[in-house]
């Protein structure tokens, strides 16, 4: 019996998987509820789980032979965004705080029955998978935090899928072997200090709006004139705070975002520049200001051999339709770029979408719906992928 026909076969597992992680969405590090589930169905599929950071790990197989032991890392996410839910899922998180708009409670579900599939199979194994199930993928300290606690250690490649929801029809599988597949990102804050004061009144307080103010549009500043217009550079503010009341000046004002680029020496004067920006600027308006990086990632860049002979194992799948599409790019970002930047190392996403009016929102769309006839396929390529490149 090969991969595909059993993942057909426990598909109302893995659905039930995604559904009970759709419903009980979590944001962040700490996901109790996810990790007690994932530890709960890892320990009735005959493995061990064990912490590891925030995150779960478990690890099949056995030394091959003549004592070299290969080991690969099949990675998931599993934490949800921190925004409501409009899908009209039966099953959608009711809390009105937390949805898995980005897929990654397919990620999680796939792999917990991918584990399943590769423990039926362990006595064939030619050496050890090993299975991370990472929190605060969406807010880029998942992986490191999983790193710091050891999920690398003995690793020889990892290997990890993503759902991609929209118009694309089911079965196409998408990859970039040795180009920069995603962009980095460095998260950041400015926390801007002013004097607060009554509004009639301004020439007595430092107003940290008025500077914050001018440090977004100096930012915006920075991609439109010191950019280089030929590689790829983009720079957000997703998050703009300050005050509680029309007739007060607050003390503080705060601006979050982001920075994403394709191009190292970009990033470095970016990031450079965002920190003199936040400097100088506060400091022409008399006020002061505090400069976080919240998450610096690098660019993702998969292996060139390791992603084209897990494209090739893709192509061994007897599934239906199962169509290669190489050199993928995105401007976002992913924090599997922290593992790939420390050992071989490819992310596929696999096609999630509808062709009717179900596909037209895409991910981090409170309205995105994602196609769960994806899950086999995501089920197969984990097991299949794995087991055969350790044959290789």
Same mark, same amino acid.
């Given at each position: ?24 969405? /979590? ?9 007690? %589930? ?11 789980? #064990? *912490?590891? +950071? ?5 690890? &099949? ?11 690969? !890392? ?14 009209? /899922? ?26 399943? !599939? ?36 003995? #690793? ?12 694309? $029809?089911?079965? !196409? ?25 009554? +509004?009639? %009144? ?12 001018? &440090? ?17 550079? #983009? ?9 509680? @009341?029309?007739?007060?000046? *607050?003390?503080?004002?705060? !601006? ?7 191009? $190292? ?12 920006? @936040?400097?100088?600027? $506060? ?9 976080? =990086? ?30 290669? %599409? ?22 596929? %996403? ?12 895409? @991910? ?24 055969? =490149?350790?044959?290789?």
């Amino acid at each position: 019996m090969h991969f595909y026909q059993r993942a057909l076969e426990l598909n109302g597992e893995t659905l039930a998987h995604r559904r009970y992680l759709h419903e009980h969405a /979590e944001v962040g590090l700490d996901m109790p509820l996810a990790r007690a %589930y994932i530890t709960q169905k890892l320990e009735e599929y005959g493995l061990t789980p #064990v *912490p590891c +950071g925030y995150g779960v790990t478990a690890a &099949i197989g056995k030394p091959s032979e003549g004592g070299c032991e290969k080991t690969l !890392l099949l990675r998931a996410d599993m934490d949800a965004l921190p925004m409501p839910e409009e899908s009209g /899922e039966p099953f959608a998180c009711p809390t009105g705080r937390q949805a898995h708009a980005c897929g990654h409670d397919f990620h999680a579900a796939m792999l917990l029955t991918a584990a399943k !599939l590769l423990k039926e199979r362990e006595p064939q194994l030619q050496g050890r998978v090993k299975f991370m199930f990472q929190p605060a993928e969406e807010t880029f300290e998942g992986s490191q935090n999983m790193i710091e606690n050891g999920v690398l250690e003995g #690793v020889d490649a990892a290997l990890a899928f993503h759902v991609a929801p929209g118009k694309l $029809p089911i079965g !196409l599988f998408m990859y970039n072997a040795g180009g920069v597949m995603m962009n980095s990102v460095d998260g950041f804050r400015i926390t801007v200090q002013g004097k607060g004061g009554h +509004g009639a %009144y301004p020439n007595l307080s430092v107003d940290p709006i008025h500077a914050a103010v001018q &440090i977004f549009a100096a930012l915006e500043g920075l991609i439109a004139r010191e950019a280089n217009p030929e590689k790829t550079c #983009v720079l957000t503010v997703g998050k703009f705070h300050a005050g509680d @009341a029309p007739n007060i000046i *607050p003390d503080t004002a705060v !601006l979050e975002g982001t920075l994403r680029t394709n191009d $190292p020496e970009a990033r470095n004067l970016l990031t450079r520049r965002i920190a003199e920006v @936040a400097e100088a600027i $506060p400091a022409a308006c008399n006020a002061k200001a505090e400069l976080t =990086w919240l998450s610096q990632v690098p660019p993702l860049v998969c292996d060139r051999a390791f992603t084209e002979q897990i494209a090739s194992c893709m192509l061994e799948l007897p599934i239906p339709g199962l169509t290669p %599409y190489p050199g993928m790019q995105a401007n976002a970002s992913e924090d599997f770029a922290s593992v790939a930047a420390r050992l071989p190392s490819a992310l596929l %996403y696999l096609s999630a979408g509808f062709a009717d009016e179900r596909g037209d929102y895409s @991910a981090h769309n409170p309205k995105v719906r994602f196609n769960e006839e994806v899950c086999p396929i995501g089920v197969a390529a984990m097991a299949h992928c794995a087991a055969r =490149w350790l044959e290789t």
